[in-house]
């Protein structure tokens, strides 16, 4: 099975950065789209931003501009830089990747790590 581990988050300052990585493990195949989600309390879980395997992406308007993704298919690894961090982005931010697994067959589907806390002070 795929395990996907979130790190690099934490307490900052508004104005600071963080960079959020994703590593995901397991029987895999292919990674197709990745993604950052995050949820606010209180609020839904959305999405951040995304990217395809061939390093397309996609943000949310109250990100874009301040956070880039990316990603190493090499390492099965996906990275948020996160700069002029602001109070309204304290989550808990989640990676997602679809994924193709190989056991006895193939196998696809979202994957999702145990998330990690964002927190920016004012």
């Known amino acids: 099975q795929v395990q996907l581990v979130e790190s690099g988050g934490g307490l900052v300052e508004a104005g600071g950065s963080l960079r959020l990585s994703c590593v995901a493990s397991?029987?895999?195949?292919?990674?197709?789209?990745m993604g950052w989600y995050r949820q606010a309390p209180g609020k839904q879980r959305v999405l951040v931003a995304s990217i395809t395997r061939g390093g397309s992406t996609d943000y949310a308007g109250s990100v874009k501009g301040r956070f880039a993704i990316s990603r190493d298919n090499a390492k099965n690894a996906m990275f948020l830089q996160m700069n002029s961090l602001k109070p309204e982005d304290t989550a808990v931010y989640y990676c997602?990747?679809?994924?193709?697994?190989?056991?006895?067959?193939?196998?696809?589907?979202?994957?999702w790590g145990q998330g990690i806390q964002v927190t920016v002070s004012s």
């Open positions: 397991g029987s895999i195949f292919a990674i197709s789209d």
């Open positions: 997602k990747a679809d994924v193709t697994l190989y056991t006895d067959t193939f196998h696809s589907g979202d994957a």
